[in-house]
């Protein structure tokens, strides 16, 4: 099982899960290019596309190849496209966590990129952002803006991890680069089973936002849970592992 967190998060977010999955899988969990221990790449942006093809690298380097990619958010975008690059690979299971498929609508949309791209370009801007990061308040505000309740270790977990300028610096490039056009074309050619474990409180990627990409695919298969948000799988790590663990069995993994 290849687990694939989330922009501006890193392995951290799988702690509570792994005594769950690890039972029945052998977990593979990188941070994504530019995240915590990652560095970015040195000859590409850490777009979509490049940062499926690292993934596919890594794997072929440790001659592995998942049944099943478990994906948070943007990490969930990254499975999918893994799965839809690696066509003559056995098509994986994907299991999306409050999945960040389809591009924001609105003003977000076209502003925010541009507006990440300009801050990304600034050699500063790294240690400026984790500066202001710095603060636990500030930390817990933006946590709390996603829509999940989080315990202290967690929000610890996160100010120290944004804390770090090139984790920052990291996080901000691969927003600078981000564009979900493409996939959004390419989700119904989805092979294998799909499901959407979505938190309903998630102000981060929008519940409707999640069920209308499901909808490109018929044999995803929708969970929705009420009073979470967009990080769902660390404020109910437990429940949401035996969740997907039941799911597979029941799929006949």
């Known amino acids: 099982m290849l687990l694939l967190h989330g922009t501006g998060a890193s392995t951290h977010s799988w702690r509570d899960m792994v005594p769950y999955l690890a039972q029945r899988y052998t977990l593979v969990m990188p941070d994504l290019p530019g995240h915590a221990f990652s560095t970015l790449h040195a000859h ?14 890594l794997l072929a380097k440790l001659n592995l ?8 958010s943007a990490g969930a975008a990254v499975a999918a496209h893994l799965s839809l ?13 409050n999945p960040a498929w389809l591009p924001q609508p609105g003003a977000a949309q076209w502003l925010f990129p541009p507006a990440a791209k300009l801050v990304a ?8 952002v984790a500066n202001h990061l710095a603060k636990p308040w500030v930390v817990s505000k933006l946590l709390q803006s ?3 309740q989080l315990s202290e270790e967690g929000v610890r977990f996160y100010s ?68 979470l948000g ?9 429940l949401t592992a035996q969740e997907i663990m039941a799911w597979l069995k029941q799929k006949g993994h």
Request: net charge negative; proline share 7%.
């Open 44 to 57: 590409h942006a850490p777009s979509l596309p490049h940062m499926s093809e690292d993934l596919r690298r």
């Open 65 to 72: 190849w998942p049944e099943v990619i478990l994906g948070h």
């Open 85 to 97: 690059a690696s066509a003559s690979m056995h098509a994986p299971v994907v299991v999306a966590l």
């Open 121 to 128: 370009l600034n050699p500063y801007a790294g240690r400026l």
């Open 146 to 148: 996603t829509g999940s």
């Open 160 to 227: 120290q991890l944004l804390a770090h300028p090139t984790h920052v610096h990291g996080v901000l490039s691969m927003m600078a680069a981000w564009n979900l056009d493409t996939l959004n074309r390419k989700l119904s050619g989805l092979q294998g089973s799909v499901l959407l474990h979505i938190g309903e409180n998630d102000r981060t990627v929008p519940a409707s936002l999640a069920q209308e990409a499901a909808r490109q695919m018929p044999q995803a298969d929708v969970l929705v849970k009420p009073g």
């Open 230 to 238: 967009h990080l769902a799988h660390e404020e109910q790590a437990a």
